[in-house]
T-cell receptor, first 114, second 113 residues
Framework: DGGITQSPKYLFRKEGQNVTLSCEQNLNHDAMYWYRQDPGQGLRLIYYSQIVNDFQKGDIAEGYSVSREKKESFPLTVTSAQKNPTAFYLC?????????????FGDGTRLSIL | DQQVKQNSPSLSVQEGRISILNCDYTNSMFDYFLWYKKYPAEGPTFLISISSIKDKNEDGRFTVFLNKSAKHLSLHIVPSQPGDSAVYFCAAYLNTGFQKLVFGTGTRLLVSP
């Protein structure tokens, strides 16, 4: 079954700790995205990658970092610089960036602070 | 600045009736619109989309209408079923060099038997 797998489903972070959220897709999509969802708000774009070894900041990139070493994988690191990391994080992919393609989402990771 | 607005946070409908979810946008540069459905603790699932060159797109029980002059789109679900109970997000592509997907805040639909 083709799809996007995010892990873990739940994650807890201690103060001052970096944590990494995994996102893997087997849809052979070129573009991948990370969003953050807070209660009562729409999804906000953190980072996106249109192709392997390339990524760009979205609207709320401060305190986050990403890498795109493989087409299938786009991990997100929430650093200690992100002062309000508690949120629901969603990874998405699309066939090609920039051609009105629907984005397909994983089931998310809920990050909380200990 | 919320460019895609869903002004109704919730909607309750009886099974078998029509559900109408509304979305307004402020930027005339949006050129492609999508609706997503989201269950709790899951990612959004793509439902239906419409290009700005059309005013209607239909897929089974789901129809999306686009009124460009009013900068308004709506999703009609007929007939509504209890399994349709979820949060529905309106989204639009904005061409800024990179095509960025902008989401509304969502409308929670409850379909009661």
């Amino acid at each position: 079954d083709g799809g996007i797998t995010q892990s873990p489903k739940y994650l807890f972070r201690k103060e001052g700790q970096n944590v990494t959220l995994s996102c893997e897709q087997n849809l052979n999509h070129d573009a991948m995205y990370w969003y953050r969802q807070d209660p009562g708000q729409g999804l906000r774009l953190i980072y996106y990658s249109q192709i392997v070894n390339d990524f760009q900041k979205g609207d709320i990139a401060e305190g986050y970092s990403v890498s795109r070493e493989k087409k299938e994988s786009f991990p997100l690191t929430v650093t200690s610089a992100q002062k309000n990391p508690t949120a629901f994080y969603l990874c998405a992919s699309s066939m090609v960036a920039g051609e009105n393609q629907p984005q397909h989402f994983g089931d998310g990771t809920r990050l909380s602070i200990l | 600045d919320q460019q895609v607005k869903q002004n109704s946070p919730s909607l309750s409908v009886q099974e078998g009736r029509i559900s109408i979810l509304n979305c307004d946008y402020t930027n005339s540069m949006f050129d492609y619109f999508l609706w997503y459905k989201k269950y709790p603790a899951e990612g959004p699932t793509f439902l239906i989309s419409i290009s700005s060159i059309k005013d209607k797109n239909e897929d089974g029980r789901f129809t999306v209408f686009l009124n460009k002059s009013a900068k308004h789109l709506s999703l009609h679900i007929v007939p509504s079923q209890p399994g349709d109970s979820a949060v529905y997000f309106c989204a639009a592509y904005l061409n800024t060099g990179f095509q960025k997907l902008v989401f509304g805040t969502g409308t929670r639909l409850l379909v009661s038997p």
